[in-house]
């Protein structure tokens, strides 16, 4: 496939933080990119590994979690086609201080970090995108933690499906309860009963593993405060204007 044209595909591939790249910065990663599709549950890095892989979702969604001393895991922030993982090994060798897994399965850009730390040395534009874009999830996972500490496990949930359709450009959402349970730290009991309220509803169907939105307003009337923040929060971090709330159009 002639340069160009890969380049065009790539771009148009869904990623929205490839795609707001300047011309020159997404020349320098360009060839350095792998496409892959990846399952359910592949761990990125765990904590206090090194960040080798740089992985830009498409269609896919990765958790960030923090694991406890009892196995217990909680997500502190997520990325889909609105991101990336592993951005700050471009400004040198780090250390992974969380977990990072696949959370939906999809399609994906990686670089390896050596090549994204040469492409970074070589362009501010660059620099300044990882710098961006560590304040956004900074920001995200503050909000996700008063989130968890202050609002009720039915709005949190309606927050984290809406986040994972933006996230993946999808309605259909591959997550076991076991998973959801997990990410929002609370009972896989809690989980089936918010999750059967909201399939009686009418506003989600629920069935092995697969969960699709069937009314996408009434989820947004039923989240708190914190899927806008963390929306726009997103929205800044490619310079995207925040569109306004109920547009049904992909996010």
Not at 18 to 28: E, K, Q, R, V
Not at 29 to 45: F, S
Not at 215 to 233: H, N, P, Q, W
Request: aromatic share 6%; proline share 4%.
């Amino acid at each position: 496939m002639p340069r160009t044209e890969r380049e065009s595909l790539i771009r148009s591939a869904g990623n929205r933080l490839l795609a707001a790249l300047s011309d020159d910065s997404f020349i320098l990663l360009e060839p350095d990119l792998r496409q892959l599709t990846l399952p359910q549950g592949v761990v990125c890095y765990g904590a206090g590994d090194p960040i080798d892989q740089v992985y830009f979702p498409h269609t896919g969604m990765i958790s960030q979690l923090i694991t406890t001393g009892d196995g217990d895991m909680v997500e502190t922030s997520s990325v889909g086609r609105e991101g990336a993982v592993g951005l700050q090994c471009g400004l040198g060798p780090r250390l992974s201080f969380i977990r990072t897994i696949v959370q939906i399965p999809g399609r994906f850009s990686a670089i390896s970090a050596a090549r994204f730390e040469h492409a970074t040395s070589r362009s501010a534009a660059l620099r300044d995108v990882i710098v961006r874009y560590t304040e956004t999830v900074w920001a995200e996972a503050q909000q996700n933690a008063a989130c968890n500490a202050i609002h009720d496990g039915s709005s949190r949930l309606c927050r984290w499906l809406l986040q994972c359709a933006d996230r993946t450009g999808s309605e259909q959402l591959l997550l076991t309860q076991e998973f959801l349970s997990e990410m929002l730290g609370v009972r896989r009991t809690t989980v089936t009963l918010l999750a059967q309220e909201l399939q009686r509803r009418g506003v989600l169907r629920y069935s092995r593993g697969r969960i699709t939105i069937l009314d996408r307003a009434t989820l947004e009337t039923s989240t708190c405060e914190c899927y806008d923040a963390i929306k726009k929060l997103s929205l800044r971090a490619t310079h995207q204007p925040p569109p306004e709330r109920g547009d049904r159009r992909a996010s």
